[in-house]
């Protein structure tokens, strides 16, 4: 890993270490994003049921967070391995695990998705969900995530959707900003890395599909969820009901409307391991 690389991971690991609880809580208010992020995981678990994998089936999520798809999992009677470079998280995790009674179907490790510490072909189902944002080097971290995967095994990931409505909405997101924005950021990483701050970044769905198919990962299933945010100049357009019902409004004409769908605000796809 570069120096830069480094820096850029430990600046990460360390917001996630002092925000663990809003990642534990923010699931369970009543928020656009609350709702969006609820959306983005039942997603991913319906995908996952529809697998019907057997009980016991390895399965790592990746960037686990508060672990809330872990517990799903491991209700659901897989083998998970709950994984994230945040100390606090993977505690976090651990008690939670405990105290629901899935200590004997969960186990968290603290890991550098670059380096994982697992074995070739060691999972069936390999997740990682809102991850890719917060990552130096996405590509080599999904040529990581496939090499643990096994043959046949399917791997779930989502990103920021670069694409997403607000797009058109927000001047700050305008394709012609791109040099400001990535000026902006180099000339006030440092000054945000002091206060404990990170950055994330979004990709475009055609990317995402690339570094998934560089690494083996063949693609079979892909959808946006979610709408918003909904600003103009980094101030919200909408109060949060307002904007939650629009959110709602939009998913469901979405599903009619495929040219709208794709401007979600998160991308999701599943992809299979080549054999």
């Not at 996952?48 to 517990?71: M, W």
């Not at 405990?98 to 994982?116: I, M, Y």
């Not at 990170?198 to 979610?226: C, N, Q, W, Y």
């Amino acid at each position: 890993m570069s120096a830069s690389g480094r820096r850029k991971q430990e600046v990460v690991e360390r917001y996630f270490d002092s925000e663990a609880s809003y990642w534990r809580d923010v699931y369970r208010d009543e928020s656009l994003q609350a709702h969006v992020y609820r959306r983005r995981m039942e997603a991913a678990v319906q995908w996952i049921d529809e697998l019907g994998l057997p009980a016991g089936t390895r399965a790592l999520d990746v960037g686990c967070g508060a672990g809330l798809l872990s517990l799903a999992l491991a209700s659901r009677g897989l083998s998970v391995t709950a994984a994230d470079a945040s100390s606090e998280m993977v505690a976090l995790v651990e008690r939670q695990a405990e105290e629901r009674g899935l200590g004997d179907k969960l186990r968290a490790r603290q890991v550098d998705v670059h380096r994982l510490p697992f074995e070739d072909g060691e999972f069936q189902l390999v997740v990682a969900l809102g991850l890719l944002p917060w990552l130096h080097d996405p590509g080599g971290a999904i040529r990581e995530m496939a090499r643990v995967l096994a043959p046949g095994g399917w791997m779930i990931v989502t990103a920021d959707n670069r694409a997403r409505l607000n797009l058109f909405v927000e001047p700050r997101e305008s394709p012609l900003l791109t040099p400001v924005r990535v000026a902006y950021r180099a000339l006030t990483r440092s000054s945000r890395e002091r206060r404990g701050g990170a950055f994330s970044d979004r990709h475009l769905p055609g990317r995402v599909d690339r570094m998934l198919k560089a690494a083996g990962i063949e693609p079979r299933r892909r959808t946006t969820v979610g709408f918003g945010p909904f600003t103009f100049i980094g101030r919200a357009l909408l109060s949060n009901d307002a904007a939650a019902r629009v959110h709602l409004r939009l998913e469901r004409t979405s599903v009619k409307r495929p040219a709208l769908r794709r401007l979600g605000w998160y991308y999701v796809v599943a992809g299979q391991k080549l054999s």
